[in-house]
């Protein structure tokens, strides 16, 4: 028996030994059912490039889900007047789709739909073509853009309530949709300060939390009729103040209450930046399948990875499966982030840079 006890603990000492080394050449990231990029659409000018960005970069980390921010710069047919420059012909998109399927991807196109209807000072391309739609109209476009304004504004909204809104947005949704072979679409949602304001005639004096619950509920709708999933951005439902997290990734405007008031299958992309704050978890707890995001700190990223594994590992068995992965997000275009990624403006002099979102997605994301 002495024999057998000894050799049991040398048994378990090995293993204690070498597992850590098992474990440090597998990463976590591995385990996640999602492993998600998102990034501005590449335009025809860069569409090659960002190709084999796809096959070289992508494809070797294992990212499963590509996220592009396409908003207007597409060719669409069902309302040419909304195309922005550069676009995508549906011939590059047919491209993108082709390489997403020979490396195991899925492409989630995104438009931003309620907020971020401009940016600095110009409208996008929906208020700029039907301004009538805009939530805010007595707020000017400034001809020279400063944070904070006396008018608070930061990106306008469209208003929800508006009768002829839908019927156009939800073209270019499901146009893009279709194009794409997507199962899913990302609407954003996102950092929506202009909700419900007096001075609109049609959202004056509603509550702020059911009318961004009801657009959403609206959009997740119409998304089901062709079995689509809605994607959104997290950080409106939740309660900036209380927990202090803020304004940004969080709601100063009473949003927050939506959260339950919506479907429990839409996807939540809980993005933070600046602390890797556990709000998985709350979203979890709420019914709702998330994806924790990152952007450009190495360090915040890798406590991000690591809490989402421990979310996974030490969960219910109700609450595990909606724990899917972790997002890189990218918030410049294609070419940008490439120079950073390919070390294209490298000065010899200069101090590398840690904090960029090159530096965070090679973090997250180890090449296999």
Not at 9 to 23: C, D, F, K, R
Request: net charge neutral.
């Amino acid at each position: 028996m002495n024999q057998q006890k000894k050799l049991t603990a040398v048994i378990l000492i090995l293993l204690m030994t070498i597992m850590p080394e098992l474990n440090a050449q597998k990463p976590l990231t591995d385990s996640f059912p999602i492993r998600a990029f998102s990034i501005a659409a590449p335009g025809s000018q860069n569409l090659d490039s960002f190709i084999v960005f796809m096959q070289k970069e992508l494809a070797p980390r294992r990212i499963n889900r590509l996220i592009l921010r396409v908003d207007y710069r597409y060719q669409y047919q069902s309302h040419p007047e909304l195309i922005d420059t550069p676009f995508l012909s549906k011939e590059d998109v047919k491209k993108l789709v082709k390489t997403a399927k020979q490396t195991g991807m899925e492409i989630i196109p995104q438009i931003n739909l309620l907020g971020h209807q401009s940016w600095s000072t110009k409208e996008e391309k929906l208020l700029k073509v039907y301004p009538q739609f805009d939530e805010t109209p007595w707020i000017p476009m400034p001809e020279k853009y400063e944070w904070p304004n006396k008018d608070g504004l930061y990106c306008k909204s469209y208003c929800p309530l508006h009768p002829d809104v839908h019927g156009i947005v939800f073209a270019l949704m499901d146009e893009l949709c279709d194009a794409f072979e997507s199962n899913a679409f990302h609407a954003g949602m996102d950092e929506v300060f202009f909700i419900g304001e007096d001075k609109c005639p049609r959202c004056g004096g509603r509550d702020k939390a059911e009318l961004f619950a009801n657009e959403l509920t609206l959009i997740r709708n119409r998304l089901a009729l062709k079995n689509r999933q809605l994607w959104i951005w997290g950080d409106r439902l939740i309660d900036g103040k209380t927990t202090g997290i803020g304004m940004w990734e969080g709601s100063y405007n009473s949003t927050h209450r939506a959260i339950d008031l919506i479907p429990k299958d839409v996807v939540i992309c809980d993005w933070h930046y600046e602390r890797p704050d556990k709000t998985a978890v709350y979203f979890a707890m709420k019914g709702f399948s998330v994806i924790t995001c990152s952007w450009n700190k190495p360090a915040i990223a890798q406590q991000q990875v690591r809490d989402m594994a421990e979310f996974r590992q030490s969960a219910t068995g109700a609450l595990k499966g909606r724990f899917l992965g972790v997002m890189e997000t990218v918030w410049s275009g294609v070419t940008p982030f490439f120079n950073g990624y390919y070390e294209k403006n490298k000065n010899s002099q200069q101090q590398p840079m840690v904090n960029t979102p090159w530096n965070t997605f090679k973090t997250m994301f180890q090449e296999k």
